[in-house]
């Protein structure tokens, strides 16, 4: 499946998948399920391919914060689309104390046709550090999001005989 990913992603950066507006939303909230952690994502669009996701997270008295910056590329139209993205993320163990470090991600996200939801399946290679003690955290997930605010779409009348932009 990461390969995949990493194939269609490629695809897309290349050119080959057409031309679309990024995502479907401006606000989504959710879960992401990725073993053994369960965290809550808010994802807020900022631009028309950019968005940015907050993701905390908690597993085995482990809690993290990740800041997300992430590109999407449509595939097939705007409810698909492949997403990279990267940021730093903080994070308090029992064990280890503080640590801070890098988030990479990788995904394909799904906005369903009929209800508010957005279903993703992403794959997010972490490297952190603290108390002289460095951790490679590799993990996949699936999130499932709430649309709080959708994309806001021109009425037709507005198409036809609204103020062209310069």
């Known amino acids: 499946m990461k390969n995949l990913l990493f194939s269609l992603l490629c695809l897309s ?9 990024a995502q479907k939303y401006r606000t989504a909230v959710g879960l992401r399920l990725a073993r053994p ?3 809550l994502t808010i994802t807020q669009r900022l631009a028309e391919r950019t968005t940015l996701e907050m993701l905390g997270s908690a597993a085995n008295n482990d809690l993290t914060l990740a800041v997300l910056g992430r590109q999407h ?16 993320h903080f994070g308090n163990t029992q064990q280890r104390g503080n640590y801070v470090g890098g988030t990479l991600v990788l995904g394909v996200e799904w906005k369903l046709p009929i209800f508010p939801i957005v279903v993703a399946y992403d794959w997010m290679p972490a490297i952190s550090s ?6 490679f955290n590799n993990s996949t997930g699936i999130s499932l999001r709430y649309v709080l605010f959708k994309e806001k779409k021109e009425g037709v009348f507005k198409k036809l005989f609204g103020r062209k932009k310069k």
């Open 73 to 88: 590329t449509g595939i097939l139209g705007h409810a698909l689309n492949l997403y990279a993205g990267i940021g730093p």
């Open 130 to 135: 603290g108390n002289r003690e460095k951790r």
């Open 37 to 39: 952690d369960l965290g």
């Open 13 to 21: 950066l290349l050119g080959a998948a057409p031309a679309a507006h």
